[in-house]
């Protein structure tokens, strides 16, 4: 989840707005407004997680458009996916199932912000410049 609210917080940087909700009910509320237009991007190893598609099967149901990181094709949320992105995290004796999965899932979640950026890079180094110049005048003020 930590990984995730991190690159909340860069495409906010690049103009995309977007919000990660750890909460099931705010993930609820939040695909019951989603509409056509649109875009969740689920992150999930198993793919099973109940509140996580139920909240999934909610926005596609109001027509947003669904991408999915996660470990198998063939998890319940991947089949509601309209695209998906397979991170096959194998287990080792070293870091183990979990922590292979995060560092695949950041690296996934890295590639994703940087073809997302480079789809308008001129308008996102705009914005890194206005996000980033507010931040720092916000602190030089104090």
Known sequence: ???VLMYSTSFLRIGVRCQAYPDAHIMMMSAS?????DVVLVVTHSG?????KAAVELAKKNGAKIICITHSYHSPIAKLADYIICSPAPETPLLGRNASA???QLTLLDAFFVSVAQLNIEQANINMQKTGAIVISSHQAR
Do not use: N, P, Y
């Not at 407004?33 to 237009?37: A, I, P, R, S, T």
């Not at 099973?48 to 996580?52: A, E, I, N, P, Q």
């Open 48 to 52: 099973r997680t109940s509140d996580v």
């Open 1 to 3: 989840m930590l990984s």
């Open 102 to 104: 995060r560092i695949l």
């Open 33 to 37: 407004l989603l509409q056509e237009g």
